[in-house]
């Protein structure tokens, strides 16, 4: 093939006959950068069918769908539409696209790859350290000096197991009287065509388990708006339960606990998200903490404005709290607030105030010696800072300053950067379970999570450009 193609230069080309190698790759390199060919038609064959196989790969692995979809559903419905639409020649441009589970899986595992190189050469490229979320026990050992962040929402949770001896009777009882009844098939069915003839508004109990944050106070809620219902279906099947339901103590008890379980369950929602930082947290976890002994003392003057559903029991029976029961309700409010002081340490957020808002603060407050100062008082003479300040959320609002005001840009991330929660970590358990279901117990799940939880969006361009194409089989 060479000689032909020397024997053509000599011919045709006489005047680049004697032209060396580099000449001819410069020649290329500028035709190739001009873009003529594409601009004339001409454009490879198979370069839309692998960017369209790379992009229904996106679509299935982030709709968390089986692999196999590709060549089972989506093809075969797109070859419908494309032959009843626009015709038998169209219909064999979209038969020539690769969407075998083969296919699929190979541009899913490039797609991960690709993303996971982006992320490096970012962390590479950032002037700021970065957060992670794993198990503390695994990366201690490996580096000694990290600084942990123990997640808030389980902190939460384990503030919020401290219940009084009654009380803790109440919720127990309450347990069982959901389990008598969901536990069993029969019982379950029963219970839901007494609360249909009864014309109630739920017909069904909700399961207690220890490892959901929210299931104490919906399930709670649930059981006190349903008492009579239980109470009625309790007596039916001889039940040795039905007797908390007649007793005065244990309704109010039940109640009480679905007025706290809701102001809890407020503030674990509160403090959930990707976007919140352990400044938000802090703040809602500390608003939370400092009610605690306001609602004790309104308690003890008879005012239960915040415990509605409490409040609502008595005021209907037209009875007040035993003394007893405010007593109890009064030592868990007690208890409830030591053991939040015990998980939580609120000082930073009183040392590092003004990073929440700089233009605001009083500078009189930070100390001399901190050379933060001089920047935040330069900061605060810039009205174009001012605007950023209030268009942007806190951390692109502090990234925008990185050059310009360095000390201030470093203490506030350190407080920024760091995660709140292990809600990422949820999401993506929530996620594992959708895609590996029973039927793709085998399949390796890595790269599909990658893809389905990054931000970063695979750079399809680089991926192209790096794959040979190939046709469908």
Known sequence: MYPLLKEHLASVHPQHASDSLEVFQIKKARFEKSGTLPKLGFVPPQNPCLEASYKVANRIVRSKKPHTIGESLIKPCALEMVKLVCGLEQRK?????PLSNDTINSRISDMSTNILEQVIRELDSTPFPFSMQLDETLIK???????????????????????????KEVMTTAVKVV??????????????????????????????????????????????????????????????????????EFVH?????????????????????????????????????????????????????????????????????????????????????????????????????????????????????????????????????????????LIEFWCLLTMAYPRAVSTAMKFLIPFATTYLCESGFSTMVTIKTKSRNRLDIKDDMRVVLSNTVPDFKAILQSKQQQMSH
């Open 93 to 97: 441009k979209i038969e020539a696209i």
């Open 179 to 248: 389990n008598f009844i969901r536990a069993r098939a029969l019982h379950h069915r029963l219970f839901k065509v007494l609360c249909q003839e009864m014309g109630s508004e739920h017909e069904v109990l909700l399961y207690y388990t220890e490892v959901r944050w929210l299931s104490r106070g919906q399930v709670m809620k649930r059981l006190y708006e349903l008492r009579e219902e239980i109470s009625y279906f309790l007596i039916e099947r001889q039940s040795s339960l039905s007797k908390y339901f007649d007793s005065i």
């Open 253 to 393: 008890g039940l109640a009480y606990l679905t007025d706290i379980f809701s102001h809890l369950n407020e503030v674990n929602i509160l403090i959930q998200g990707k976007e919140v930082t352990i400044m938000d947290a802090s703040e809602k976890i500390n608003a939370f903490v400092s009610k605690i002994s306001l609602w004790k003392r309104r308690l003890q003057s008879e005012n239960l404005t915040n415990l509605p559903t409490l409040e609502q029991e008595l005021s209907k029976n037209n009875i007040a709290l035993s003394s007893s029961m405010k007593a109890q309700i009064c030592e868990h409010l007690d208890v409830l607030e030591n053991s939040f002081g015990n998980y939580f340490d609120f000082t930073f957020s009183k040392s590092e105030i003004w990073l929440r808002n700089p233009f605001l603060v009083d500078l009189n407050t930070i100390d001399d010696s901190d050379l933060v100062k001089d920047e935040l008082i330069d900061l605060r003479s810039k009205e174009m800072a001012r605007h950023e300040f209030q268009s942007k959320n």
């Open 141 to 167: 050992k490996e580096i000694p000096y990290i600084i942990i962040t123990h997640c808030f929402l389980h902190r939460h949770a384990l503030a919020s197991k401290t219940l009084p001896t009654n009380l």
